[in-house]
T-cell receptor, first 113, second 114 residues
Framework: GESVGLHLPTLSVQEGDNSIINCAYS??????FIWYKQESGKGPQFIID?????DKRQGQRVTVLLNKTVKHLSLQIAATQPGDSAVYFC????????????FGTGTSLTVIP | DTGVSQDPRHKITKRGQNVTFRCDPI?????LYWYRQTLGQGPEFLTY????????KSRLLSDRFSAERPKGSFSTLEIQRTEQGDSAMYLC????????????FGEGSRLTVL
């Protein structure tokens, strides 16, 4: 079946460095993508989203890139801080399924002070 | 507290018992979602509501699972005849707009089936 997956399950970065978290999706019909952050013991928290008619979107310290040709999504975090340590999930919305969002396995980001 | 509230936060039950979880969404949000999350995995979509209408329920894991949102406000998720494989975190989320992936999640209800 179709699935959302991540290239790396864990990522460690030095405080102040930039982080890049990758996500591969296999459903070519997906038209909307979201990144979530989940801290230990908490529910996921929305970070940023991007629709399939865009290839880049920027937020505060975060940038999402979408490459539809290779079905790849990435989240870039600038000047990573200890508070960024969490598990990051990408989620996709299959076209014409309403608001059903399907999450990947997640990448655990650890920021080293 | 204006966030999504879930109750109970933890539930331990014996196999075969029924359990019910409650979710109170953010008050002005008309969309409500249920997800299940097991250790090391991303949230798994179960079902969602637009006001009191259940728009999708085919992803509920079995006929032992059911969800309601009778008045378009709070929602309940019931699991009948629990099995050990039902042990997981059950997450509720809500959103205001129909066409958004910005879901506001609660902290979840953790179920342990002995």
């Amino acid at each position: 079946g179709e699935s959302v997956g991540l290239h790396l399950p864990t990522l460690s970065v030095q405080e102040g460095d930039n982080s890049i978290i990758n996500c591969a999706y296999s459903n070519s019909a997906s038209d909307y993508f979201i990144w979530y952050k989940q801290e230990s013991g908490k529910g996921p928290q929305f970070i940023i989203d991007i629709r399939s008619n865009m290839d880049k979107r920027q937020g505060q310290r975060v940038t999402v890139l979408l490459n539809k040709t290779v079905k790849h999504l990435s989240l870039q975090i600038a000047a990573t801080q200890p508070g960024d340590s969490a598990v990051y999930f990408c989620a996709e919305n299959w076209a014409n399924t309403g608001n059903q969002f399907y999450f990947g396995t997640g990448t655990s980001l650890t920021v080293i002070p | 507290d204006t966030g999504v509230s879930q109750d109970p936060r933890h539930k331990i039950t014996k196999r075969g018992q029924n359990v019910t979880f409650r979710c109170d969404p953010i008050s002005e949000h008309n969309r409500l979602y249920w997800y299940r999350q097991t250790l090391g995995q991303g949230p798994e979509f179960l079902t969602y509501f637009q006001n009191e209408a259940q728009l999708e329920k085919s992803r509920l894991l079995s006929d032992r699972f059911s969800a309601e949102r009778p008045k378009g406000s709070f929602s309940t998720l019931e699991i009948q005849r629990t099995e050990q494989g039902d042990s997981a975190m059950y997450l509720c989320a809500s959103s205001f707009m129909e066409d958004t992936g910005e879901l506001f999640f609660g902290e979840g209800s953790r179920l342990t089936v002995l």
